[in-house]
C-alpha cells in the first residue's frame, strides 16, 4: 500500500508543490511537508452480532505537528485507505496554519460502512479503534473530531474508551462531543455557518446581496450541508437542490429546507422523499445555479465534468471535491472557488474553542463562539483574498500560499533535529 496511491493524495501533493513553487518557497521544508511526519495502520476486530469476527482496517495518520497536536476528523467509509488519510491529514494542516490556530494536521478513519452495522457493532468497532490507537492520540498529542460517518455519539465512545484507559475523565481527547459531556454549543453546525460566511463574504467583494432569486444547490446533505442550507434559507436565498448518496432532489422554485431537514434527521433517504422531482447527483453538480456547495466526499469535479459546472461561486465544503484541474477549468471560465481549507475551516476553528474550553474548564456561550468564528474566518478569507491579488493566482492556490507561509515560518524557527 502507497501514500500515492489515491488520486486525491496526488492531487493534494501537487497543489502543495505548485503553490510552494508560485511562492518561492524554501524547498527543504516543502520536502518535508510533502510526506506525513507518522502513520499508523491498525485491524480492528469487531464480534458482529451473529457471534463472527470480522476485523476492519484502520488508520491515523499525523501530517505535519509543528505548530502544536494534531487535529483532524475520524472517517467511517468504505473508501477510507491510508492514501486517502494522509490527504486529509495534509490539507488539515495547511487548513489549521492557514486558520492561525496552534494546532497540527492529522487524521483517522476506518474502512467500513457504518450503515452495515447495529449499534452495539459501531460501538465495539469504535471502542477498540480507540485503544489501538490510543498511543499516539491525546489532549496535547492529537485530538480526533467527527468526519463522514461520525458524529457526537462516536466521540461520546471514544472519549468514554480513552478515559477508561486512563483511570479519569479526559474530555480533551476528541472535540464534536455532545454538550452534556463537554462539547461545544455551536460546534454541530459550525462548518455549515462557516462556509456560509465565507460565501457572504465573496458575495461582498463581488459586491453583490444574497435575495431570494440567488439559486443555490447543494451536493451532500449531512452534518455541513444541513446547516449551510438552514443559514442561506434563513438569508432568503432559493435552494433548488440537495442530494446524499442515494440522489438528488430538485425544485426551480426552491426546496422546503424544514422539510427536507426533518426527513434526513429520521434517517430516511432522499431518494424516498416523495412530492420532488428526483435527479441524479452528477445532475445537481451541472445545474445552472449562483452557488455550488460541494459538501460530500473528495473528487466530483474533475476534469471530465467541470466544464459542465455552471456554477458562479463554488464553495467547497467538503475536503478536495474538485480537482487541482477542475479548479483551473472553472477559473479559466469566470467561477470564483472558495477553497476547502478556508471555507470548511469552520468546524476545526470551533473544534479549537471547544479544546481550550475543555482545558480550561470553562464554557462560552453561544454568541461568543459564534462571534469569534466569524472574526476568524473574516480574517482568514481576507488573507486569502490578498494573496490572491499579490501574486496573481485563484483562491485555491493563495490558501495554499496563505498557509504555507505560515508554516514555513514556523518549520524553519524551530528547525530540524537531528539538524
Ligand atoms: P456526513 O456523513 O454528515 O454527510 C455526508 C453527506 O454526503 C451525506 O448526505 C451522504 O449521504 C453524502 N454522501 C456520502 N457519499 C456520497 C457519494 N458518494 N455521493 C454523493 N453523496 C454522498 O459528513 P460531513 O461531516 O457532512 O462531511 C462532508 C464533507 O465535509 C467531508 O468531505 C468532510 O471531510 C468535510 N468536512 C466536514 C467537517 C465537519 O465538521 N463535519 C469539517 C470540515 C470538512
Not at 442550507?229 to 438528488?248: M, N, P, R, Y
Not at 474533475?302 to 464553495?315: D, L, M, P, R, S
Not at 472553472?330 to 470548511?344: A, K, Q, S, V, W
Request: glycine share 10%; net charge neutral.
Amino acid at each position: 500500500m502507497s501514500l500515492f496511491e489515491s488520486p486525491f493524495f496526488q492531487d493534494a501533493y501537487s497543489q502543495l508543490e505548485s503553490a510552494g513553487t508560485k511562492m518561492n518557497m524554501d524547498p527543504n521544508v516543502l520536502e518535508r511537508l510533502k510526506y506525513p511526519k507518522r502513520a499508523l495502520q491498525v485491524s480492528v476486530p469487531v464480534r458482529l452480532d451473529d457471534g463472527t469476527v470480522k476485523v476492519f482496517e484502520g488508520y491515523r495518520v499525523q501530517h505535519n505537528m509543528t505548530l502544536g497536536p494534531g487535529k483532524g476528523g475520524i472517517r467511517f467509509h468504505p473508501h477510507v485507505s491510508l492514501s486517502e488519510t494522509a490527504a486529509l491529514a495534509m490539507l488539515m494542516t495547511f487548513k489549521c496554519a492557514l486558520v492561525g490556530l496552534p494546532l497540527g494536521g492529522a487524521k483517522g478513519g476506518i474502512k467500513v460502512d457504518p450503515n452495515d452495522l447495529s449499534r452495539a457493532e459501531l460501538q465495539a468497532m469504535t471502542r477498540r479503534y480507540t485503544t489501538e490507537i490510543a498511543m499516539i492520540i491525546g489532549p496535547d498529542k492529537d485530538v480526533p473530531a467527527p468526519d463522514i460517518g461520525t458524529d457526537g455519539q462516536t466521540m461520546a465512545w471514544l472519549m468514554d474508551t480513552y478515559s477508561q484507559l486512563n483511570g479519569y475523565a479526559v474530555p480533551g481527547v476528541v472535540t464534536g462531543k455532545p454538550i452534556a459531556i463537554g462539547g461545544s454549543l455551536g460546534r454541530a453546525e459550525s462548518t455549515g455557518k462557516g462556509v456560509v460566511f465565507c460565501i457572504n463574504f465573496a458575495y461582498e467583494k463581488l459586491n453583490k446581496k444574497i435575495t431570494n432569486s440567488t439559486t443555490v444547490a447543494i451536493h451532500g446533505f449531512g452534518k455541513v450541508g444541513v446547516p449551510a442550507a438552514e443559514d442561506l434559507d434563513a438569508q432568503g436565498a432559493k435552494i433548488v437542490a440537495i442530494s446524499d448518496v442515494s440522489g438528488a432532489i430538485y425544485n426551480p422554485k426552491g426546496l422546503n429546507i424544514k422539510e427536507c431537514v426533518s426527513w434526513v434527521k429520521e434517517r430516511k433517504l432522499l431518494r424516498e422523499l416523495p412530492g420532488v422531482e428526483h435527479i441524479t447527483n452528477e445532475q445537481l453538480l451541472e445545474l445552472d445555479v449562483d452557488i455550488l456547495i460541494p459538501a460530500a466526499i473528495d473528487g466530483v469535479v474533475t476534469k471530465e465534468n467541470a466544464h459542465k459546472v455552471k456554477a458562479k461561486i463554488i464553495a467547497e465544503g467538503a475536503n478536495g471535491p474538485l480537482t487541482h484541474e477542475a479548479v483551473d477549468i472553472i477559473t479559466d471560465r469566470g467561477g470564483l472557488i472558495i477553497p476547502d481549507i478556508l471555507c470548511n475551516a469552520g468546524g476545526v476553528i470551533v473544534s479549537y474553542f471547544e479544546w481550550v474550553q475543555g482545558m480550561q474548564m470553562f464554557f462560552w456561550d453561544l454568541e461568543t463562539v459564534n462571534t469569534k468564528l466569524h472574526d476568524i474566518m473574516k480574517l482568514s478569507f481576507e488573507k486569502v483574498w490578498v494573496c490572491k491579488e499579490k501574486y496573481k493566482v485563484n483562491m485555491k492556490q493563495a490558501a495554499f500560499i496563505a498557509s504555507l507561509d505560515r508554516l514555513q515560518g514556523a518549520m524553519r524557527l524551530r528547525g530540524m533535529w537531528p539538524g
